[in-house]
């Protein structure tokens, strides 16, 4: 008997064996269901959070640098303590690097305060009010959905125009048009001239709750403090370190800097907070990783202990077939199918529950996507579980001396 033949005949026993066993073989699973259900939750989160993720970060540019007072991350509390002594940015030191850069695109002073809008009798809190220059649209990436954005001169006057986001538009105006209507911002009015397009949020913050004023009439009319940050957009990514570096010189000098003086400023980029989630993501995937395994490793000892119990109770009928002429790799191929079709089973069922809670959490929690990487990684894992799971009973039954065997009872 060859190879195929031999696998075709173990395939129908186990199958049989299966069938005749249902119980038995469908409590066996409930430890890989466990199992399966954990590892592949745990990667549909983390996938669809790195989805949300990089999709959100994505506002920020690759290319695109944010001076400011402070470091993002890993900053101890003696280094924030440093920064806070750090000299504001102000307008001036956005103006005069505009002037001496040339490897940036585009230069944008940013100052932003917290504010409620009002229209009418309807009003939004919490709305974040930007002051800010006509080369912000360049250095966010935003797009426009109705009317303009802010002109040259437009940012160089105190004029009280701005641009709503989405949200603002949505809350106030709930299907009237914007363009032209006059909104109050601590009680002073702004004529909307544009609408953002809808952006999304940004690590739980809406991007679409925002008003865009013109920066100077920011600093006039709500608060003349320091600018929040300037973002310096590269022009060009194969020049990414050139222009950051050019940058780093440029604001030494602005801010009279003596050579060996440390920097009082800092400059962020996308791939810190890039960084940083994934290193947070990789230590959650450690943790699920191993209560994966904790699981998987209990739904094997139960595997393997129902093989050895249904080992001995076939222990004839292994005889028998060694008897007529079956070899031991036919005995041994026969029992690894039948733990790995438990394990199969389980994990198919898994896989159908980690599909339903995918769907609930994607459609009440956050964004999460089970692939079909995730599924077939899931269906190998439940394989590979049975196999090992089953190796032993199975290496048992094949060494068994059929004449021994035959006289069991």
Not at 338 to 353: H, K, Q, R, Y
Request: aromatic share 8%; proline share 3%; charged share 20%.
């Amino acid at each position: 008997m060859n190879f195929l033949s031999e696998l075709r005949e173990g395939l129908g026993i186990s199958w049989d064996a299966l069938r005749a066993n249902k119980m038995r073989s469908a409590l066996a699973t409930l430890g890989i269901v466990i199992g399966i259900v954990t590892v592949t939750l745990m990667g549909a989160a983390i996938n669809g959070l790195n989805r949300a993720f990089l999709h959100s970060v994505s506002a920020l540019g690759a290319d695109v640098f944010h001076v400011s007072r402070f470091k993002w991350f890993n900053n101890s509390y003696e280094d924030w303590l440093n920064m806070r002594k750090r000299p504001p940015i102000r307008l001036a030191d956005a103006e005069a690097l505009a002037k001496q850069l040339t490897l940036a695109a585009a230069v944008t002073p940013e100052i932003e305060g917290g504010e409620s809008v009002k229209y009418k009798t309807r009003s939004a809190d919490n709305v974040d009010i930007i002051g800010t220059t006509e080369s912000y649209l360049e250095t966010s990436g935003v797009g426009m959905a109705e009317g303009r954005f802010l002109t040259a001169a437009d940012a160089g006057a105190t004029r009280p125009i701005c641009i709503i986001g989405n949200d603002v538009a949505t809350n106030l105006f709930r299907g009237e048009t914007p363009l032209g209507k006059r909104i109050k911002i601590a009680n002073q009015s702004f004529q909307v001239v544009g609408v953002l397009e809808k952006q999304g949020n940004f690590l739980g913050w809406s991007l679409d709750n925002r008003v865009i004023i013109p920066i100077r009439g920011f600093m006039a009319d709500i608060w003349n403090g320091p600018l929040s940050q300037i973002e310096v957009k590269a022009g060009s990514l194969v020049r990414l370190d050139d222009a950051q570096e050019e940058l780093r010189q440029a604001m030494r000098r602005v801010r009279h800097l003596r050579p060996g003086q440390p920097d009082d400023f800092s400059i962020n980029q996308q791939d810190q907070l890039v960084k940083l989630f994934h290193e947070q993501t990789a230590t959650i995937a450690v943790i699920g990783l191993f209560i994966t395994s904790l699981a998987l490793f209990v739904g094997g000892i139960g595997i393997m202990n129902i093989m050895f119990v249904s080992v001995v109770e076939r222990t004839r009928e292994i005889g028998v077939r060694k008897a007529i002429g079956a070899k031991r790799r036919a005995i041994l191929l026969q029992f690894l199918m039948e733990s790995a079709g438990i394990c199969l089973f389980g994990g198919l069922i898994g896989l159908g529950i980690a599909w339903l809670a995918t769907w609930l959490v994607t459609q009440w929690l956050f964004p999460a996507s089970l692939s079909v990487d995730i599924a077939l990684l899931a269906i190998l894992v439940s394989l590979l579980t049975g196999v090992v799971s089953g190796f032993l009973p199975a290496w048992r039954a094949a060494q068994m001396d059929p004449v021994e065997a035959l006289r069991s009872e």
